[in-house]
């Protein structure tokens, strides 16, 4: 039986600045937004509110367009949004935590294993989509 254990001695850094001890509000007011593998949406909360949710420091104005974006970006979710997030399939549970976190408007965008355990044709629109923001200037970082 072998055991590997690697050790890694640094520093986790935004901008320039550590950012390894700031709670996810701070992130997000950096211009950092996380989007997990698990456990990303609120599954009592419709997927209107789990969008609001993404922008609740926003005015209801800039609030307002930023959902409509997020439900352009993926239009399945639109005819859902009076669902509670619980009743959505994983795929569509991917899309909206993505949506959610695209709220803020992020320079940065880390998501952890997006299309794990998902169909073929949910894998292919989340890397399109995630394709599109790269080209809207966006940096995306995927762990896998």
Do not use: C, W
């Not at 044709?121 to 995927?142: A, P, S």
């Amino acid at each position: 039986m072998f055991v590997i254990a690697t050790y890694y001695d640094g520093e986790v850094s935004y901008d320039g600045e550590s950012i390894e001890k700031l709670r996810t509000d701070q992130l997000v007011n950096k211009g950092i937004a996380y989007v997990p593998q698990v456990n990303n949406v609120l599954p009592t909360l419709s997927v209107e509110e789990n969008l609001q949710m993404g922008g609740n420091s926003h005015s209801n104005k800039v609030l307002k367009e930023r959902i409509e974006r997020a439900l352009n970006m993926f239009p399945d979710l639109r005819s859902r949004e009076h669902d509670l997030a619980a009743s959505l399939s994983g795929g569509e549970r991917q899309k909206l935590a993505i949506s959610r976190a695209l709220i803020s408007d992020p320079p940065f965008l880390l998501l952890d294993e997006p299309t794990a355990a998902l169909s073929p044709l949910y894998q292919q629109q989340i890397i399109e989509r995630i394709d599109n923001l790269r080209k809207e200037g966006i940096t995306v970082l995927i762990v896998e």
